[in-house]
């Protein structure tokens, strides 16, 4: 079964507006953290936010935030304000006890001028 | 967070020829992963690497095919044997800092076989 569902392939956005990427993940494990990163052409892999299961505040980190539904397993990234250097592909990632990470299909986002 | 260099960061090979990618790591970390991912995919563990240890693969990859090896804490390499053109994806190697909350991915290598 997936682990980490993304049901949007792609996105458009109008730069300066605000897109949410949704995630949805699947787990029994009581301690889990969740992650999204951000994969431009280039091909690396950047960090953008991390969520621990017993966090009970949503993680921000600059323009990004999660939506952290712990009830209904999701986890959605907010980007605000959107830039041109934003269009990039984003993966949803959850790490469970064995330390490793499952990732979502991904979302690709185009920043529209 | 930890800083890895990985190369080589792209190559092109001949299909039945081996390639090996290495992972340097500028401090100790218990644990590395490589993944594999096919164009336009997401990505994919191949194994866990343990320095002291065998590599732990997952279904549907073996060790004749991807041998890993760990020689200290802070490289590790893979190699991708007898390649065909199937092969061809970007492999990542992450490592998880204990205490960081964001696992850190070396800037990948784009292997096309021919």
């Known amino acids: 079964a997936q682990k980490i569902t993304q049901t949007q392939p792609g996105m458009f956005v109008q730069e300066k507006e605000a897109v949410t990427l949704d995630c949805t993940y699947d787990?029994?494990?009581?301690?889990?953290?969740l992650f999204w990163y951000k994969q431009p052409s280039s091909g690396e892999m950047i960090f953008l936010i991390y969520?621990?299961?017993?966090?009970?505040q949503n993680a921000t980190e600059g323009r990004y935030s999660l939506n952290f539904q712990k009830a209904r397993k999701s986890a959605n990234l907010v980007i605000s304000a959107s830039q041109l250097g934003d269009s990039a592909m984003y993966f949803c990632?959850?790490?469970?006890?064995?330390?490793?990470?499952?990732f979502g299909a991904g979302t690709t986002v185009t920043v529209r001028a | 967070s930890a800083v890895i260099s990985q190369k080589p960061s792209r190559d092109i090979c001949q299909r039945g020829t081996s390639l090996t990618i290495q992972c340097q790591v500028d401090?100790?970390?218990?644990?590395m992963f490589w993944y594999r991912q096919q164009p336009g995919q997401s990505l994919t563990l191949i194994a866990t690497?343990?320095?002291?240890?065998?590599?732990?693969?997952e279904s549907g990859f073996v060790i004749d095919k991807f041998p890993i090896s760990r020689p200290n804490l802070t490289f590790s390499t893979l190699t991708v044997s007898n390649m065909s053109p199937e092969d061809s994806s970007i492999y990542l190697c992450?490592?998880?800092?204990?205490?960081?909350?964001?696992?850190?991915f070396g800037s990948g290598t784009r292997l096309t076989v021919v």
């Open positions: 990632a959850m790490r469970e006890d064995d330390y490793k990470l499952s």
């Open positions: 690497a343990n320095q002291g240890s065998e590599a732990t693969y």
């Open positions: 401090s100790q970390v218990t644990m």
């Open positions: 992450s490592v998880d800092r204990q205490g960081a909350r964001g696992y850190t």
């Open positions: 969520q621990g299961s017993y966090d009970e």
């Open positions: 787990t029994s494990d009581q301690s889990y953290g």
